[in-house]
């Protein structure tokens, strides 16, 4: 007989199902419980009931889950996001199967798509043809003579994006929205973050010293002589290119990575390098203005090129043509970068199979035109008809949080209700398609595809410079299992595939919908008026639209919040980087403050229903923090709190509640709980 968890029998009783003579079976009582399950939109076999939920209401909620989920060996995580996420890649391989199984008219979508898959899955001829791809690139790097050749030769790269230490790209003007500029960034690091190059810990001189071993396996592969030299000499050069770096949190300062200079002014600020004719080979020798994010990089980068050798350059972009497409040669180059991306930094314990990888490549290659597909197959009119609606919903929330703000003045929340009315919302798919005339893909050449794959890319983008701005534009395909806000477009974008359980579940009631999906509208939401989104208007410009005293007021909030998240400490000595995570926390805590608020207003006058022992208000909260429930492995961990902007989900669920009224007294939150913060160090922004 199947046994029920205590927790299961409690909520039976709850419920009135143990009655005496006519009590159900076991069995029944169990299928009653799914079916409530499946109303109230949650699994209770996820739930620890040894965890009381006013102590960790992350385990509560996932602590099940958690003890019996193993993350894949081909995954350096696992959570709802990873879960979907391999949903959606399991329909859109179904769909890049049958495309392969057929015959098609050179140059339709269906040819692409299934000749992209098949090259890269023609693991024989890959294997043949060795670095044979890349002899064109190798003999154009050893005939670089002078550091006038480099530079036009970094300009050429652009195109490609490998051993480029300084970036050019065409996006909108954030103070001149209404048109786009091209814009520079600093680069050509083969580490993720700069700080891994200059922390001095033994695990960070550990993780160089494996870098370097990863560089002398592919300098063999190759056949190349003094792969010990070269790996040094690399090393070496990254890290004066890192030390020059601005961190991730100066990066996110858009005050500061905005500065706009002319070319006269750029080789002023950056002498030593010839610009002109590193503009010309990226086809942006017609620009007037380019905006630096990081000034004093360009400038210690402009000197040191010219301090380094040409020899010593063409040792670093050797290398970085080799790592850039280690992943898609022969297989000991596949191999060797597995062994260090996947496994040394990522934890990983297994590549991830071939045709997997394959369905990686033309996504990201082919990635609207799969995504037509993809909504044609799998997207539900009536999951956008809701979602249309609750977003509204979350407006008018916003709208009243904002009117109601104690600490905001009249002509600051006058400003934030203009920009709140101009937000743009896009849902599902967008309603003009990318096309791909551009790009001719060949059965045969996997490493030419994606090389004109990023030609075309580069191209697309190029050709903005002079063009109205496409606000049809989408920035994730409808596969993508995201969302997200952009400053510029004033506009929050949410693809298809993350319309599902358990973000989004049609069959569920309201509360577990908003507290799940309605939480991440709000979250984008809140990112317009988060630190860095307050500094844009309605019309997306950057523009200081605040009152001095309002904005000293929301800086005082947001110390606050950086504060509790340093606190938290996931795993040795790292803690949370609370500055680099304030605009996601930020997000999250007003995201669901409002979300809470719209969820109310829609249900007030519907019965409030007590489904599998938990009331409305419980089940929205339940329905934010299964969102979050993620295992990672300890390698990644590590990468995520030192270069990611998120907080791990356990935090996005006890950073945020800890901070709710509302949570606390849906669940007696009392002095001495483990979610209990004093009153006055409660976060309150939006």
């Avoid at 894949?72 to 392969?100: C, M, T, Y």
């Avoid at 043509?321 to 297994?350: D, M």
Wanted: proline share 4%; glycine share 8%; with cysteine.
């Amino acid at each position: 007989m199947k046994k029920l968890s205590l927790l299961a029998l409690g909520i039976a009783a709850a419920l009135g199902l143990a009655a005496c003579s006519s009590q159900p079976t076991v069995e029944q009582t169990a299928q009653t419980l799914a079916m409530q399950e499946q109303k109230a939109g949650f699994e209770l076999k996820n739930f620890d009931q040894t965890v009381a939920p006013q102590q960790d209401f992350f385990r509560f909620v996932n602590g099940n889950w958690l003890n019996s989920t193993d993350i894949p060996g081909d995954r350096s995580r696992w959570g709802s996001f990873d879960e979907l996420r391999e949903n959606a890649e399991k329909q859109v391989l179904e769909i890049i199967r049958e495309l392969a199984a057929g015959e098609h008219a050179k140059g339709s979508d269906a040819q692409k798509i299934a000749d992209l898959y098949s090259s890269y899955l023609n693991e024989p001829l890959i294997n043949v043809l060795g670095l044979n791809p890349l002899r064109g690139d190798i003999v154009r790097i050893e005939q670089l003579r002078t550091h006038q050749d480099l530079a036009e030769l970094w300009g050429e790269l652009q195109r490609y994006r490998f051993g480029t230490p300084v970036s050019v790209y065409v996006g909108q003007d954030q103070r001149q929205s209404d048109q786009y500029i091209t814009g520079a960034s600093q680069g050509g690091l083969g580490l993720p973050d700069r700080d891994y190059y200059i922390k001095d810990d033994e695990r960070s001189k550990k993780l160089l010293s494996q870098y370097s071993d990863f560089i002398q396996t592919l300098w063999q592969l190759a056949g190349w002589d003094n792969p010990a030299q070269a790996a040094a000499q690399i090393i070496a050069l990254e890290t004066q290119l890192a030390e020059a770096q601005w961190s991730r949190i100066q990066n996110r300062d858009r005050n500061a990575t905005y500065n706009k200079y002319t070319l006269a002014e750029l080789q002023q600020v950056a002498p030593g390098f010839d610009w002109s004719r590193f503009m010309a080979a990226a086809e942006l020798d017609k620009v007037n203005e380019v905006v630096v994010r990081q000034p004093s990089y360009f400038t210690a980068f402009a000197k040191m090129q010219g301090d380094v050798p040409v020899a010593q350059w063409q040792t670093y972009l050797k290398f970085h043509l080799l790592r850039s497409n280690a992943s898609n040669l022969s297989e000991p180059f596949v191999q060797a970068s597995f062994e260090f991306y996947g496994k040394t930094l990522s934890g990983l314990q297994e590549q991830r199979s071939r045709e997997k990888r394959a369905v990686g490549v033309v996504d990201s290659s082919l990635g609207f035109m799969v995504g037509k597909q993809y909504v044609g197959r799998y997207f539900k009119a009536e999951a956008k008809a809701r979602m249309d609606e609750m977003i509204e919903n979350l407006r008018g929330s916003f709208k009243v949080a904002i009117a109601e703000l104690e600490w905001m003045s009249e002509p600051t929340k006058v400003e934030a209700q203009a920009k709140l009315a101009k937000f743009n919302t896009k849902i599902g798919y967008p309603d003009v398609w990318r096309d791909y005339d551009c790009l001719t893909i060949d059965a045969n050449d996997l490493i030419g595809n994606l090389r004109r794959s990023s030609e075309c890319e580069y191209q697309r983008m190029v050709a903005r410079l002079g063009q109205p701005v496409n606000r049809d534009e989408w920035g994730m395909t409808p596969q993508t299992v995201n969302a997200y806000y952009s400053s510029t477009m004033n506009e929050i974008v949410f693809p298809a595939a993350i319309l599902q359980p358990p973000f989004f579940n049609v069959a569920a009631d309201d509360a577990i919908n908003y507290g799940a999906i309605g939480g991440v509208i709000g979250h984008e939401f809140t990112h317009g008026f988060d630190d860095q989104g307050r500094r844009s208007d309605g019309d997306g410009n950057l523009r200081d639209w605040w009152t001095p005293s309002d904005a000293k007021q929301f800086s005082e909030r947001a110390q606050r919040m950086i504060d509790q998240y340093n606190a938290f400490n996931p795993i040795d000595n790292l803690t949370l980087q609370g500055a680099l995570g304030l605009g996601e926390n930020i997000a999250d805590l007003g995201g669901l403050t409002v979300a809470y608020k719209a969820y109310k207003a829609a249900t007030k006058d519907k019965p409030q229903q007590t489904i599998a022992g938990f009331t409305p208000d419980q089940r929205f909260f339940i329905g934010w923090a299964q969102v979050w429930r993620i295992k990672f492995r300890d390698e990644a961990l590590r990468q995520q709190v030192i270069t990611g902007p998120h907080s791990p989900g356990m935090y996005r669920v006890l950073g945020v509640l800890s901070n709710m009224p509302e949570f606390y007294e849906a669940f007696d939150i009392k002095p001495g709980d483990g979610m209990y913060r004093e009153e006055d160090v409660r976060v309150k922004i939006w």
